[in-house]
Structure formats: structure tokens, C-alpha cells
């Protein structure tokens, strides 16, 4: 309907389309397009079975129904902070039950709208209520920490994390970063699986880099979206953290349940931190409150509900324990089963990295060229800065990775 000339400006007018869609968006967009029978998407962030569709739990779905049909549950709003039960086992998840921290009633919670909301608020907090205005993040970060961060006026910076010759973490660079970062910095650290390159540091060099940043006035915020899928064991992936509250820092860790648990809708995420002194959880989890009631007052019950029921049962937690080892055992074999084909047809350059890597994705070294060559020429989708997802990798699609990968290094690939 066209307006008559008379009618006033529209206040929209001046709004700009934003300079990029989504990656990921357009990605799944390009590949549902794509017509060939052979077409393979490795840019996806969830954990997918070999038929591609996300890998939902059994007894998750199980717990799922039995909630549905539990008619003495209501629709009664949560806390703003959520539901107790879900943040206590949330906390034993992270911390473990024996955590000096936990005994000594030095950590609570706060429930999520998954890992954004959680990073969200903490760094809103820290803002705030401590004045930090400068927040380092590892090369290569993924975009929704920076966008947050930018949101809040914080001063972004870099510390270095991956070295592309060597397509593994340049630890010297790292450390180097970290003991020159200023005081009263924010430093962004990944527990395990960091996206995007799936590389992550060993148990001695996270001691190396507590005691640089135990010298330091710094404030440390780890992040986890996959806890367990990177070992096999949740305990064994969440050392790091254990380390640092074990070593008495003061931190906050924002923890996602939407991949160990195949609760991608329902966003499922958590917000803890620890302190020196018990006395102040209160004061902090008074002000995280008033915070709340900003952004969603009340989180939604159902998938903390899940998380809660499962955790809070010892039958139910083993078997999910067992279930979250499947998975990781199974993106090991997808590793080495992609390995051993791209040595077998002697695919140039080293690809020890594909299988040192942990978690779900591998940072494959391709260019941004080699990337374009793959999705155009090959059918072979993975995001911009080579990062693929070794969940989609099937017995049924490996030769055609492999081939493809093969083929865009190789100097007889045809432009």
C-alpha cells in the first residue's frame, strides 16, 4: 500500500540493514539451496547424529514426558535468580561437591538463559558494580562475547591463543599477553572445547597461567557450552576451573546445558560465581537480581526443570554421565576416522591437530579462499575461518571430506 505524500516521515527510515547476516544463518540457508546429492554442512554449532539432526537424549526425552505428565507441578513463576535445585547441581556439576569453595559456602548461582544471558549479565555486573571497562578474549573468539562486550562499552582486546603455522595454541604468546594485560581487566577464558579451534590447554599450563594472573588485579571469567564431550568425563574437563577456585580466586564461570544435555530450544544456562568471603554472595546475588528484572525477571521452568531432575538423581546422572561419554567417544572416532583417510590418500601438510583437538570443532587451517573453494567447487560447507564441526562427519561422507580437503590444498586444484 503506497502512503499519500501528506503522511509523515517514518522514524525507521535511517534504520541501515546490518552489515552481515548471521553466519551461521546464511550458511544453513546456501546449503538447504544447494542441489547436489553430495552437499556436506560442517558449519553447524550443535552436536548432530549421522542423520543431521540434533542428537536428542533418550533418557532427556524420557524425563521430558515424565515432567509433562506430573500433574502436580504448576506454571508458577521461578525465582528471578531460578530454581534452586537446578543452580545447586549446577554448581556440584562445575565445582564438584567437594570443592573447599562449596563447603565453605563461597559459590552460588544464578539460572540463564544459556551461555549469552549468563556472559550478558556477568559482564553487565562487573560493569557496574566494579567499574571494569576492558575485557581481553582469545584470537579467534567467538563473535557473541565481543558483540556483548561491545554493547557494554567495554574496551575489547586480544590475547593471542592460536598459531597458524603450527595450527595449535601459541601457549608462549598467550602467557606473554596475559602477564602485560593492565590491571582491573576482565580475562575471557575457555574451560574446554574452545570455539573455534577445538584446542585446549593442558592442566600445567592453566597452573602457568593462575599463577600469572594470581600476581595480577584481574578478574577471570571462564565459559563451558560442552563440558564432558571434550574428555569424556565432566569431572576431568572442568579441572581447570577447580584449579583456579581451589587456588582462591574470586571468578565468575557461565556454564550452557544446551549440548551436554540436547536441550538446544530450551536454553538452559547458568551464571556462577565464587568469592573469598561467604558474606558476600548475598550482597552479589541481591544486586544480580535487581539486573534480572532488566532483561527476563523470571527464567522459563522447563529445561532447568530437566537439567535439575536428572542431576538431583543418582540413576539418572550415571546414566547421562554414560550418555555424555558416548558422545565424546564418538567425536574421537569421527577425528581419527577423518584422520586416517586424509593420510591414507596423502593429503598434503601435517593433520596431527584434527585428532590433538578436542570437543566438537577443529579449526582445519583452510584459508578463506581454500573455505570458498570447498562450499563452490566441492559441496563442503564449514564457516569462514575453516572451522568445521566433527559431528557431521558420517562413514557415508568421510571420502567425499577427505577428497575435497585433498583436493583444495593440492597445486593441481583447478581455479
Same mark, same amino acid.
Request: hydrophobic share 40%.
Given at each position: 500500500?503506497?502512503?499519500?505524500?501528506?503522511?509523515?516521515?517514518?522514524?525507521?527510515?535511517?534504520?541501515?540493514?546490518?552489515?552481515?547476516?548471521?553466519?551461521?544463518?546464511?550458511?544453513?540457508?546456501?546449503?538447504?539451496?544447494?542441489?547436489?546429492?553430495?552437499?556436506?554442512?560442517?558449519?553447524?554449532t550443535e552436536l548432530r547424529n549421522d542423520e543431521g539432526s540434533p542428537w536428542v537424549l533418550s533418557m532427556v526425552h524420557s524425563v521430558e514426558k515424565q515432567i509433562a505428565m506430573d500433574r502436580t507441578l504448576d506454571h508458577e513463576y521461578l525465582p528471578t535468580v531460578g530454581q534452586f535445585d537446578f543452580r545447586l547441581a549446577g554448581i556440584h556439576l562445575l565445582f564438584g561437591k567437594e570443592s573447599i569453595a562449596v563447603i565453605q559456602n563461597?559459590v552460588d548461582a544464578i539460572q540463564s538463559i544459556d551461555i549469552t544471558g549468563a556472559i550478558r549479565i556477568g559482564l553487565n555486573f562487573l560493569s557496574m558494580y566494579l567499574n571494569f571497562t576492558t575485557i581481553y578474549t582469545s584470537s579467534l573468539c567467538t563473535e557473541n562475547i565481543c558483540n556483548i562486550a561491545s554493547a557494554l562499552n567495554y574496551t575489547i582486546k586480544e590475547y593471542r591463543y592460536w598459531d597458524k603455522e603450527l595450527c595449535?595454541?601459541?601457549?608462549?604468546?598467550?602467557?606473554? %599477553? *596475559?602477564?602485560?594485560?593492565?590491571?582491573?581487566?576482565?580475562?575471557? =577464558?575457555?574451560?574446554?572445547?574452545? #570455539? &573455534?579451534?577445538?584446542?585446549?590447554?593442558?592442566?600445567?599450563?592453566?597452573?602457568?597461567?593462575?599463577?600469572?594472573?594470581?600476581?595480577?588485579?584481574?578478574?577471570?571469567?571462564?565459559?563451558?557450552?560442552?563440558?564432558?564431550?571434550?574428555?569424556?568425563?565432566?569431572?576431568?574437563?572442568?579441572?581447570?576451573?577447580?584449579?583456579?577456585?581451589?587456588?582462591?580466586?574470586?571468578?565468575?564461570?557461565?556454564?550452557?546445558?544446551?549440548?551436554?544435555?540436547?536441550?538446544?530450544?530450551?536454553?538452559?544456562?547458568?551464571?556462577?560465581?565464587?568469592?573469598?568471603?561467604?558474606? %558476600? *554472595?548475598?550482597?552479589?546475588?541481591?544486586?544480580?537480581?535487581?539486573? =534480572?528484572?532488566?532483561?527476563?525477571? #523470571? &527464567?522459563?521452568?522447563?529445561?532447568?526443570?530437566?537439567?535439575?531432575?536428572?542431576?538431583?538423581?543418582?540413576?539418572?546422572?550415571?546414566?547421562?554421565?554414560?550418555?555424555?561419554?558416548?558422545?565424546?567417544?564418538?567425536?574421537?572416532?569421527?577425528?581419527?576416522?577423518?584422520?586416517?583417510?586424509?593420510?591414507?590418500?596423502?593429503?598434503?601438510?601435517?593433520?596431527?591437530?584434527?585428532?590433538?583437538?578436542?570437543?566438537?570443532?577443529?579449526?582445519?587451517?583452510?584459508?578463506?579462499?581454500?573455505?570458498?573453494?570447498?562450499?563452490?567447487?566441492?559441496?563442503?560447507?564449514?564457516?569462514?575461518?575453516?572451522?568445521?564441526?566433527?559431528?557431521?562427519?558420517?562413514?557415508?561422507?568421510?571420502?567425499?571430506?577427505?577428497?575435497?580437503?585433498?583436493?583444495?590444498?593440492?597445486?593441481?586444484?583447478?581455479?
Amino acid at each position: 500500500m503506497e502512503l499519500d505524500e501528506g503522511t509523515p516521515k517514518s522514524r525507521f527510515e535511517e534504520v541501515d540493514d546490518a552489515d552481515l547476516e548471521e553466519e551461521e544463518v546464511a550458511l544453513r540457508r546456501a546449503f538447504i539451496k544447494d542441489s547436489s546429492k553430495n552437499k556436506v554442512d560442517l558449519s553447524f554449532t550443535e552436536l548432530r547424529n549421522d542423520e543431521g539432526s540434533p542428537w536428542v537424549l533418550s533418557m532427556v526425552h524420557s524425563v521430558e514426558k515424565q515432567i509433562a505428565m506430573d500433574r502436580t507441578l504448576d506454571h508458577e513463576y521461578l525465582p528471578t535468580v531460578g530454581q534452586f535445585d537446578f543452580r545447586l547441581a549446577g554448581i556440584h556439576l562445575l565445582f564438584g561437591k567437594e570443592s573447599i569453595a562449596v563447603i565453605q559456602n563461597r559459590v552460588d548461582a544464578i539460572q540463564s538463559i544459556d551461555i549469552t544471558g549468563a556472559i550478558r549479565i556477568g559482564l553487565n555486573f562487573l560493569s557496574m558494580y566494579l567499574n571494569f571497562t576492558t575485557i581481553y578474549t582469545s584470537s579467534l573468539c567467538t563473535e557473541n562475547i565481543c558483540n556483548i562486550a561491545s554493547a557494554l562499552n567495554y574496551t575489547i582486546k586480544e590475547y593471542r591463543y592460536w598459531d597458524k603455522e603450527l595450527c595449535w595454541i601459541d601457549f608462549e604468546g598467550m602467557l606473554y %599477553d *596475559l602477564q602485560n594485560a593492565p590491571d582491573c581487566s576482565v580475562i575471557m =577464558l575457555s574451560l574446554c572445547g574452545h #570455539n &573455534p579451534t577445538g584446542a585446549d590447554l593442558t592442566l600445567e599450563e592453566w597452573k602457568c597461567i593462575a599463577d600469572v594472573l594470581k600476581e595480577k588485579n584481574i578478574f577471570v571469567f571462564f565459559y563451558c557450552t560442552c563440558q564432558g564431550l571434550c574428555s569424556g568425563d565432566l569431572d576431568i574437563d572442568a579441572a581447570p576451573l577447580r584449579l583456579f577456585a581451589a587456588e582462591c580466586f574470586e571468578l565468575f564461570v557461565a556454564q550452557s546445558f544446551s549440548v551436554n544435555f540436547g536441550l538446544y530450544a530450551q536454553s538452559v544456562g547458568l551464571l556462577a560465581y565464587v568469592v573469598r568471603r561467604s558474606e %558476600d *554472595l548475598f550482597h552479589i546475588s541481591s544486586q544480580l537480581s535487581v539486573l =534480572l528484572f532488566g532483561f527476563w525477571e #523470571n &527464567p522459563p521452568q522447563r529445561g532447568g526443570r530437566t537439567v535439575a531432575t536428572v542431576l538431583n538423581n543418582a540413576a539418572l546422572s550415571m546414566e547421562w554421565r554414560e550418555c555424555v561419554r558416548s558422545m565424546a567417544l564418538q567425536l574421537c572416532a569421527k577425528r581419527q576416522m577423518l584422520y586416517l583417510k586424509l593420510k591414507v590418500i596423502g593429503t598434503p601438510g601435517c593433520w596431527d591437530h584434527v585428532v590433538r583437538q578436542r570437543g566438537l570443532f577443529s579449526l582445519t587451517g583452510f584459508n578463506p579462499q581454500q573455505v570458498e573453494c570447498l562450499r563452490t567447487k566441492h559441496h563442503i560447507y564449514l564457516t569462514a575461518k575453516g572451522r568445521m564441526n566433527i559431528s557431521g562427519i558420517t562413514s557415508k561422507n568421510v571420502d567425499d571430506i577427505a577428497n575435497a580437503f585433498s583436493n583444495v590444498i593440492s597445486p593441481t586444484e583447478q581455479s
